[in-house]
């Protein structure tokens, strides 16, 4: 997603000549299980060194910031993607839509709860005082939200980021999980992020994973999956969630390529797909096992074209779905 907080800086973005090779091999690496996914070492180590800005953009802060049209409204789709699910003008929100949705009987994750963040609210473009208003993420304070980023033609992230939480729980429910949505367009604006982190810790998840998509510069193309670094400041210590949400990551990020077929990013993550940041709020304050994925760049036609079809992001859950089951059979 893209963001304008006070101190958002994009680097210059870095490519990598070894992506498809590197996309070829992680495929290689992740069947069955996906344990052993070889190129975590690569970012295994000190953070990638992202600034500041609102809670949540790629490793190095390479999102560009929206358009100068402003914040695309949820109601105009001028771009139609397919398979998405009903607007909100068509759909009336369920009062208990973000509640614990009911698991499937004997399944293989009965008993396990998955909490899923999808990125943003589709309202908070209407909300712009609440959601830039600050609050404490641990170890400084951050904007509650932002309205997310959005393509070319309008279609904002935060429509896809909840259509792909939709497709995901319901496969996650189908193998008996008990799954809970941050929001589901069913309140004016937010969560913050503080409130998105405290939602998981309250439902005592076995596993959350928080959906994105981001909005760098056009050329810059690919996933990755943002992991909590190790921080222990103010209100923040994920020291016992670093080693659990590095296997989450990994999993999701190999299923995520087995099943799509996208190459990791080729501007942040060195082409593994994976990035440690330590800036994040909603990493920083939880207390379970934690991730965000950047589904692709919707500042980029490749990537959109991809983001805007239904069968791929039918894909995306897919691959999140058996990496977050891999993760949590062990």
């Not at 070894?18 to 091999?25: E, F, K, M, S, W």
């Not at 998981?200 to 992991?227: C, M, P, Q, T, Y």
């Not at 994920?238 to 299923?255: C, F, K, M, Y």
């Not at 942040?268 to 207390?287: A, E, M, P, Q």
Request: contains cysteine; charged residues 20%.
């Amino acid at each position: 997603m893209s963001y304008t907080g006070p101190d958002f800086e994009p680097p210059q973005p870095r490519r990598s000549p070894l992506r498809r090779p590197l996309t070829v091999a992680i495929a290689a690496l992740v069947p069955g299980a996906l344990l052993g996914w070889g190129v975590y070492a690569a970012v295994a180590g000190p953070d990638d060194g992202g600034g500041g800005g609102a809670d949540r953009a790629s490793g190095a802060r390479t999102s560009a910031a929206p358009s100068s049209e402003g914040p695309a409204s949820p109601s105009a789709d001028p771009k139609a993607p397919t398979g998405t699910s009903p607007s909100p003008s068509t759909r009336k929100p369920s009062p208990s839509a973000s509640k614990s949705a009911p698991a499937g009987a004997n399944g293989p994750l009965e008993g396990k709860v998955v909490v899923i963040d999808p990125g943003h609210n589709p309202g908070n473009f209407r909300h712009a005082s609440e959601i830039n208003r600050k609050v404490n993420v641990g170890t400084h304070w951050k904007e509650c939200d932002t309205t997310g980023t959005a393509t070319d033609a309008g279609w904002p992230e935060a429509k896809f980021t909840l259509d792909v939480a939709h497709r995901l729980r319901t496969l996650l429910e189908e193998q008996g999980a008990t799954v809970r949505l941050t929001q589901d367009d069913d309140r004016p604006y937010g969560p913050c992020v503080d409130e998105r982190a405290r939602i998981g810790n309250e439902a005592k998840a076995d596993a959350a994973v928080s959906i994105h998509a981001d909005g760098s510069g056009a050329g810059n193309r690919g996933f990755h999956v943002i992991l909590p670094g190790s921080v222990h400041d103010g209100e923040a210590d994920t020291r016992a969630i670093v080693a659990p949400s590095a296997e989450l990551g990994q999993r999701i990020a190999g299923g995520f390529v087995r099943v799509t077929g996208s190459a990791p990013s080729n501007y942040v993550g060195g082409g593994t797909g994976l990035v440690t940041r330590t800036d994040l709020g909603g990493l920083n304050l939880s207390t379970v096992p934690k991730v965000f994925i950047e589904c692709g760049n919707m500042r980029d036609g490749e990537d959109v074209a991809l983001l805007t079809s239904g069968d791929w992001r039918q894909k995306a859950a897919q691959g999140m779905s058996e990496g977050i089951v891999s993760f949590l059979r062990g």
